[in-house]
């Protein structure tokens, strides 16, 4: 399974800015996904998570209200929508992908998610 981010770029604080991540693999599988990010010096933490038919989320306090996940329902792509960015959502974002048996069940725990991508920056200017 190869999971693909695209979208990340350079805007200024209260810009807005969407990731896009695709899981390619079998045509009938389905993932529950979601984005983690890294900025630098720091550890890798949790942004928001999504089940394959889009019925469950989870966001990182510090991100709600301002992100929204949403997939395609095929459940192999997913976006996130960033609006007012600021400077601390500087970071490489990478998507994460696993499948399971519930359409309904997503995860917040990168230990649950086997796919991983490259990675997106985000530069968030102020």
């Known amino acids: 399974v190869q999971v693909v981010e695209s979208g990340g770029g350079l805007v200024q604080a209260g810009e807005s800015l969407t990731l896009t991540c695709k899981a390619s693999g079998s045509t009938s599988t389905r993932y529950a996904m979601a984005w983690f990010r890294q900025a630098p010096g720091k550890e890798r933490e949790f942004v928001a998570a999504i089940s394959w038919a889009g019925t469950t989320t989870y966001y990182e306090d510090s991100v709600k209200g301002r992100f929204t996940m949403s997939t395609n329902n095929a459940g192999n792509t997913v976006y996130l929508q960033m609006n007012d960015l600021t400077t601390e959502d500087t970071a490489v974002y990478y998507c994460?992908?696993?499948?399971?048996?519930?359409?309904?069940?997503?995860?917040?725990?990168?230990?649950?998610?086997?796919?991983w991508g490259q990675g997106t920056q985000v530069n968030v200017s102020s």
């Open positions: 994460a992908a696993d499948h399971y048996g519930s359409s309904q069940y997503t995860t917040p725990r990168a230990g649950d998610y086997v796919y």
